[in-house]
């Protein structure tokens, strides 16, 4: 009996040490991860959020933007019914929610963040000029879009609509900063010392500061000609800044331009998909923008687009028979791809800002020299195309009403616009915006057109899953389809 | 809580103090009154005490015993009979066997013992025998519709795939599902580890697919929380119990089991395809579509074979899709070695699993060496272990619909000689008609999937009585395995032109002690009224590390090893690890064998939530009462029996670890279209990307509950011959931890919450007897009916959000096709599946665009689907005569819907039988065209035949769903035992033969082939076929001997 009660007590003992044990929080202190951190540096963040910007620029949106801007033809998949004007709420889901929000949009604000918090108003004066960028992308494509409610995580599950109006020009009383503003915010941190600054992991200038000043103004104009027609004083206003300072880019050595690398996970998507994807074979080049570009001998054809044998092998939009054997279509060249796929995707061009002054002369009478610009413009783009001094001075020489402006303002438009949109091969949703806001390039309807009423979209429609996560989206019947024009589109 | 426990333990110690009576010895033979053949392992117990002893082999005991006590004779499947000793010396007793197992000794929550009558909520039991030579290695499926209240689900047809169990419905928006496995008291993960896009991926098993059912004694399943609680958090969703063969109960004996079996395996249910049409479109040919909508066989003599380019005649090659699959073969066998008795056991065994899969180049192989045993020492102290090892192989290819093999096979035009063509070119690069893809054949050959699993798990118990009312033990169990996993696309792969291999280990590991106090009390205050109390504690531990490496540009053909890359994309590593201690107690009170009452609860403290939130209790009460017990009149010729029950739990539940906080991760954009996963090069530098993770986290987490109310009743009848047993229960799940969507635009996908209220309401109807039973003959009849009807109560918050207007969200940690979304919708059962739905007006016609004649277009966020079935029902009939037995399992899954891309591709595509007739006639979709003034018009236009089918809906549309409906002969055995008069002197002492098939017949009236497939696998996401693989039918010869 004695030893029974040792025992007890032995017993009786062990269970209290375990419950000892049990007070021991640090025994259950195990649930910090170590797998993610919690906090990264600003070098981090920029080349995610830069990538991204040019991602959703180049990859799912580009294939939409560039068919129906019958540059590009769709022979299969998602391509074939973009060509037949059919688009719906669950295309570009993975551009809104990975590419876009939650891509490039909330890395740059985490990127603004961290660089003010830890002393480098170099990261987040870029990171302002590129979210501002990115967020013109986001509500061109779809109009009014979360601005100044998004991004804020668990402080709002639910972000309002802001209408692009207020997007664009800002609206204090709801307080709401316009894109022209945090353009300028971002500028004005640049023009601050930097204690912590970029270097190789900017993929666009390598830490050149004084060139992502030009991006910024550069953005500026293009945000400019955007309203250029519902806002010409606001425009015009901004643009006469950004000349007055003169430091926009003023060089093709100062593009706007994201570099991808050549090798498989580095490599741009517009290579990707032309070479290497269950989609390769969904998209080929238009016969109508070779036939465009042929018409003139052009020079950058041969560089743009891939030949079989020396031939275009292309498509119609929305053709519908049999499509030329895979293997020998013509499809996007280098210049589009990059050897390998190191890109660059191009986002904001010297071309493109000369073709904004050009018709920021025409349109808006702003002081420069329209002929001059547009001339500029042309061989801007064929340099950065790699043509010859030599072919571009045979081009001028043999298309001379094509090279000068003539006719009424909105005639010289039309040709500023038609020369905007070759030398923006590539980047459909720039050459997109431009087509819904003056109507040029002149585009002939596509075959077999379909989609909600038959005409070439004037904007994307908003993602199912984001109206089935956010009852303030626009629901049911009130979802704007593609047929509804975006704010600024009002010709 | 420490002061509790230590007066509690004070009080104990006071109760010590036993009166004895006069003693004496009784002794005796235990003897089946059947056949008079003697029973070891017979509980001898003496009435009112604690003593008690167990007969040896041959039927003997001894026991020492007060002259005036009562015995009971306690033997598992025979009436137990109380005998008082009345000064005798020798007692023997025949007992009778009890079909019904009403006096059944249940195995409950910890490994706990009680009589079947006194547990006050439902159990199930099935012996191994019902699981053993069934034409079936995986322990879940042969477990298929032989429980009530279970739904059980594989997934394909590919070797070693996982499978779907879930009891009792679904009770946690985003957590495991599946239940609790514990398999000799060793927690066992169950995990299928997906480590592969279930759009695009391979399936690895469900890890208790490495137990061969060979060494399963018998399977209880707890079902409700109540009958689970005292395995705490995990045990939520049910317990499966598996016992394995150990030599308890051989009476002294040594014996060894040799089981064999071979078996066969082919697809079944393949769909009927037409013969008259070939490849193309608008009935012009096209050797690189996927249609077959082309010209009419006969009207040219022969065409350019896409791919090869061969000169091919142009004709049918209907059976494409048969002979694609070969017949695949599996062998099982397994020696088993148990001997010694109650007190001192061993056991040891070897079994081995070998398969090859329908699907060429698929196998799954599996072995394990297991040994164990127990001991009585001379102290008295109790000791026992056991340790597996297994080793588990499995090779499949990779499924899905974009670049798989079976995405491409529903893709196969009708005159494309598939099993002739060339499928290598001169330069050893893939021929198909479809440069873009690759041909099924090309693709099982160099895309695969392999695992490689090594197993170890073990348990060791020490006990000591100290009093004959106080014993004291404790548990360690270890489960651990190491997967080591290799995914190679070579080149040329659809999926990745220049080849990549997924190289990536997996590690799991988990850790219980369990420290358990068991205290008895007969007669505690009044004569009748007996106490067990238990008290327990739990440390658990579990690891996690999972690693990896993608290698891409792979150089050197065929080699396949990440040496061979040109970049490395992708790599990982992550750990986890978590914590838990619970403690328990659980105080049992039953009353003169009638009234029955128990309480348990269970407080945890988790690692995994927030220091504040991290402890959490939950209690649990049962009750059973016997009527026919107490009031003798109510028993009858027709009654025998009846107990009636009823309980009500809680259960808590702790979050997965990491989920209190918003981190960054490696950056990656896109999909298996176009991708850049960070570190990427460029320019000469490698350039480091970190993003915000797409998870906000929550520092406020709380654990979720679920509460169920359970009533229950279970009559014998006609002398227990036929036993019914009936239950409803009703769950209801709160607070759940959940990365719940939040819009895109927060910058965000989702975020962890505690939200929502999911309901579980459901009948579960068991009959089970012997309409015939005669010396030489016997009927046996098991029937079990489930039907469970789950409801999302709320999502956001804890109140429906209601409106118009489809509130919803994703299944989490589910791979999705465009709008095809299994979801959590408000509402509607849980696992519904969200896309866009055909337009109806107000009588439900569709509406047809009347410019086109086709549907006008859908419209999204709809529910499309609802996976969960009507209800389920098995029969098991056995007839045995003399030595032969035929057992047939029936089996009806109603209702629940699946979403089919293969089915609706093989339809639109023109490929299907159905579209053979009439193709040169118009035809009209059904529906309705709107006057524009509220009247409608039924659709008269007329569009081909191409237009029709297609118009019907393609792979991502309402068409593309299916009634899952099934009538199936799940199971058919044939058994015959050698008598004793042919195996007389030979060393053996029992030897049968049988057959075996599984899935010989089925019928599935909505559906073209079998809808018992899920490409997600075992998971919360069912009711989705993104082109997997069909199910098999299986057939084979067996043999078991002892000796």
Redesign the interface.
């Known amino acids: 009996m004695k030893s ?2 040792k ?2 007590i032995k ?2 003992l ?3 040490a ?5 007070g021991c ?1 640090k ?14 540096p600003s ?3 920029l ?3 830069l ?2 910007t040019a ?1 959703a620029n180049n ?1 799912e949106l580009n294939r939409f933007a560039s068919t129906i801007m019958s540059v590009t033809a769709g022979a299969g998949g998602s391509p074939q019914d973009y060509d037949r004007y059919i688009i ?3 295309d570009f ?2 551009q ?4 876009l ?3 490039a ?3 740059y ?2 990127l603004i963040e961290t660089a003010e918090a830890t002393g480098g108003p170099a990261y987040a004066g870029i990171a302002k000029i590129m979210q501002a960028l990115t967020f013109a992308m986001t509500t061109d494509i779809w109009g009014d ?2 601005y100044s ?6 402080g ?4 309002v609509l802001d209408s692009q109006r207020d997007i664009y020009m800002g609206n204090s009383e709801a307080n709401i900063k316009s894109l022209f503003d945090l353009v300028k915010e971002g500028l004005a941190d640049l023009d601050q010392e930097s204690a912590d600054s970029p270097g ?2 900017d ?1 666009v200038y390598g830490g050149d500061i004084a060139k992502w000043k030009r991006a910024g103004n550069s953005l500026l104009l293009k945000l400019a000609i955007q309203i250029s027609l519902v806002e010409p004083a606001k425009a015009t206003s901004i643009i006469n800044e950004v000349l007055a300072n003169n430091e926009y880019i003023n060089a093709n050595s100062a593009n706007l331009s994201v ?9 741009a ?1 517009i290579w ?2 032309t ?7 969904e998209l080929l080049i238009s016969t109508r923008f070779v036939d465009r570009l042929n018409t003139t001998n052009d020079p950058r054809l041969p560089i743009f687009v891939t030949r079989n044998d020396g031939q275009y092998v292309t498509a119609d939009n929305g053709f519908g028979g ?1 499509f030329p ?3 020998t279509r013509s499809v996007y060249n280098n210049y589009a791809t990059g050897v390998d796929g ?1 890109g660059p995707v191009r986002l904001l061009t010297y071309a493109q800002t000369c073709f904004i002054l050009a018709e920021a002369v025409v349109r808006l009478g702003v002081s420069g020299d329209a002929q001059a610009l547009y001339e500029e413009g042309i061989r801007a783009s064929m340099t950065e195309a790699g043509v010859s001094a030599d072919d571009i001075n045979d081009y001028f020489a043999d298309n001379a009403s094509v090279v000068t402006l003539s006719g009424s303002n909105d005639s010289q438009i039309e040709q500023i616009i038609t020369q905007k949109y070759i030398s923006l091969f590539a980047n459909g949703l720039e050459q997109w915006n431009d087509w819904r806001r003056t109507g040029y390039p002149d585009l002939a309807p596509h075959q077999n057109a379909g989609g909600i009423d038959g005409t070439r979209p004037v904007r994307a429609v908003y ?11 626009p ?2 019947s009130a979802i704007p389809q593609s047929n509804v024009k975006v704010w600024w589109d009002v010709n | 809580m420490k002061q509790k426990l230590l007066s509690l333990i004070f009080v104990l110690t006071c109760l010590i103090g036993v009166s004895f009576a006069q003693n004496r010895q009784v002794s005796g033979v235990v003897t089946s009154a059947s056949d008079g053949s003697p029973l070891a392992g017979v509980s001898v117990a003496v009435v009112g005490t604690s003593s008690a002893t167990q007969t040896d082999g041959d039927g003997n005991y001894s026991i020492n015993v007060a002259t005036d006590a009562t015995l009971a004779f306690s033997y598992i499947g025979y009436v137990s009979q109380r005998v008082p000793v009345n000064n005798r010396s020798t007692i023997n007793i025949s007992l009778v066997a009890d079909e019904t197992s009403l006096e059944e000794v249940v195995v409950t929550a910890q490994g706990i013992e009680r009589t079947a009558r006194s547990i006050g909520y439902a159990t199930q039991n099935v012996s191994g025998e019902n699981l053993q030579q069934r034409s079936e290695p995986n322990v879940l499926n042969a477990l298929q519709g032989k429980v009530a209240g279970v739904n059980i689900s594989s997934s394909s047809g590919q070797p070693g795939s996982s499978t779907n169990i879930n009891i009792r419905g679904i009770t946690s928006f985003g957590g495991n599902n599946q239940p609790l496995i514990v398999v000799d008291g060793i927690i066992f993960s169950n995990d299928t580890d997906n480590s592969q896009n279930s759009l695009f991926g391979s399936q690895p098993s469900n890890r208790l697919n490495d137990i061969p059912p060979d060494n399963i004694e018998s399977i209880n399943v707890l079902k409700g929380p109540a009958a689970s609680a005292l395995y705490g958090s995990r045990a939520s969703a049910g317990v499966l119990m598996i016992t394995t063969k150990s030599g308890k109960g051989m009476g002294g004996k040594t014996e060894v089991t040799l089981s064999s079996s071979t078996n066969f395996q082919n697809v079944a249910y393949l769909p009927k395809f037409q013969s008259s049409y070939g490849q193309g479109s608008q009935n012009i040919y096209n050797n690189q579509s996927s249609l077959s909508w082309g010209p009419k066989f006969g009207t040219m003599p022969t065409v350019i074979e896409g791919g090869s380019g061969r000169e091919v005649p142009y004709q049918a090659y209907p059976n494409n899709m048969r002979d694609f699959y070969q017949t695949g073969a599996f062998y099982q066998n397994s020696v088993n070695l148990a001997g010694g008795n109650e007190d001192h056991n061993f056991t040891a065994g070897v079994s081995s699993t070998l398969q090859n899969g329908v699907v060429r180049e698929s196998d799954f192989n599996r072995h394990t060496v297991n040994v164990g045993g127990n001991s009585k020492l001379q102290n008295g102290i109790k000791i026992g272990g056991s340790i597996t090892y297994g080793k588990t192989k499995q090779k499949g290819s990779t499924m899905g619909n974009g670049g798989s093999a079976f995405g491409q096979i529903t893709r196969i035009p009708v005159s494309y000689d598939l099993m002739g063509t060339p499928i290598y070119d001169d330069a050893g690069n893939g021929l198909y008609y479809n440069p873009a893809q690759n041909h099924p054949l090309w693709s099982v050959e160099n895309e695969f999937f392999t695992s490689n699993v090594d197993r170890v798990f073990g348990n060791l118990n020490i006990g000591y009585d100290f009093t004959d009312w106080l014993n004291v033990s404790y548990r360690v169990t270890g489960d651990t395995y190491f997967d080591s996993r290799k995914q190679v696309l070579r080149n040329g792969a659809a999926r990745a032109p220049q080849g990549a291999i997924d190289e990536d280990q997996r590690f799991r590991s988990e850790l219980n002690g369990d420290l358990m106090v068991r205290a008895t009390k007969n007669d505690l205050f009044v004569e009748g009224l007996n106490a067990n109390l238990l008290l327990g504690q739990n440390i658990n531990q579990r690891n996690y590390k999972e690693s990896g490496v993608v290698a891409s540009s792979l150089t050197i053909p065929g080699f396949d090893n990440v040496s061979n890359a040109g970049v490395f994309t992708g790599s990982y590593a992550n750990t986890e690890q978590r914590r838990l201690i619970g403690h328990y107690a659980q105080l049992s009170l039953g009353y003169n064998d009638y009234l029955f009452l128990e309480l348990t609860g269970r407080a945890d403290k988790s690692s995994t939530l927030p220091t504040e939130n991290n402890t959490y209790f939950y209690p649990s009460a049962s009750a059973s009462f016997v009527p026919t017990e107490v009031w003798d009149v109510l028993k009858s010729d027709v009654l025998s029996f009846a107990k009636v029950r009823v309980n009500a739990a809680r259960v808590g539940r702790d979050a997965d670890p990491y989920l209190l906080n918003s981190v960054f991760v490696t950056s990656s954009y896109g999909n298996n279209t176009a991708s850049i996963e960070f570190p990427i090069s460029v320019g000469g530098s490698s350039i480091t990307g970190f993003q915000r993770s797409s998870r906000i986290g929550n520092p406020n987490l709380k654990p979720e509950f679920v509460t169920s109310y359970e009533v229950g009743a279970q009559l014998g009848f006609f002398n227990n011959r036929l036993d019914l047993d009936f239950t409803y229960f009703n769950t209801k799940s709160t607070s759940q931890i959940f990365n719940v969507a939040v819009a895109n635009a927060s910058g965000f996908d989702t975020q962890t919450s505690n939200i929502g209220e999911m309901t579980n309401k459901g009948i579960e109807v068991m009959l089970s007897g012997y309409p015939v039973r005669t010396n030489d003959f016997s009927w046996n009849v098991n029937f079990n009916f489930t039907r469970i009807r789950n409801n999302v109560v709320a999502i956001f918050g804890e109140e429906p959000v209601g409106g118009d207007l489809l509130t919803s969200t994703v299944i989490p940690a589910v791979n999705y096709f465009g709008g095809i979304t299994p979801s959590i919708a408000e509402g509607y059962p849980y696992g519904v599946i969200v896309g866009a739905k055909n337009v109806r007006n107000e009588n439900g016609d569709l509406l047809i665009n009347p410019t086109t004649g086709l549907f006008v277009p859908a419209l999204p966020n709809e529910v499309i689907a609802n996976p969960q079935k009507d209800y389920s029902l098995g029969i098991n009939n056995t007839f045995t005569y003399k030595g032969i037995s035929v057992g047939a399992l029936f089996d009806i899954n109603k209702g629940g819907q699946i979403f089919s891309m293969g089915q609706v591709d093989l339809r639109s595509g023109g490929a299907l039988a159905v579209t053979e007739a009439d193709r040169d006639q118009p035809r009209i979709l059904p529906g309705v065209i709107d006057n524009g003034d509220g009247t409608y018009r039924k659709n008269d236009i007329q569009i081909s035949a191409q237009s029709y089918w297609q118009g019907l809906g393609g792979i991502a549309s309402e068409a593309a769903v299916f009634d899952a409906t099934s009538y199936r002969l799940r199971e058919l055995t044939v058994n015959y035992s050698l008598p004793q008069s042919v195996l007389g002197n030979s060393p053996f002492g029992q030897v049968s033969v049988g057959f075996s098939g599984r899935n010989l017949w089925m019928f599935a009236p909505g559906f073209p082939t079998d809808p018992e497939i899920n490409t997600q696998g075992a998971g919360n996401a069912q009711g989705m076929d993104l082109n997997g693989i069909p199910t098999t039918r299986s057939y084979g010869f067996n043999i078991r001997a002892t000796f």
């Open positions: 029974l009660k025992n007890i017993i009786s062990l269970t209290l375990s419950f000892a044990f049990v929080n025994f259950l202190d195990i649930n910090d991860t170590p797998n993610d951190p919690l906090e990264v070098s981090t963040l080349p995610t959020a990538a991204g991602f990859n719906n709420g669950d889901g993975n809104w929610r990975f590419e929000y939650g891509g949009l909330v890395n604000q985490s879009v979360p409610d998004a991004l804020k995580g668990e709002q599950a639910t972000p190789s992991d993929i570099r991808f690398g050549g090798q498989v996970g580095s490599q998507p990707t998909l070479h290497n994807s269950l989609f390769q074979n049999v054997p895979i293997g190191v993602l199912s899953s984001e109206v089935q996560r956010n009852p303030n989206m629901q049911g």
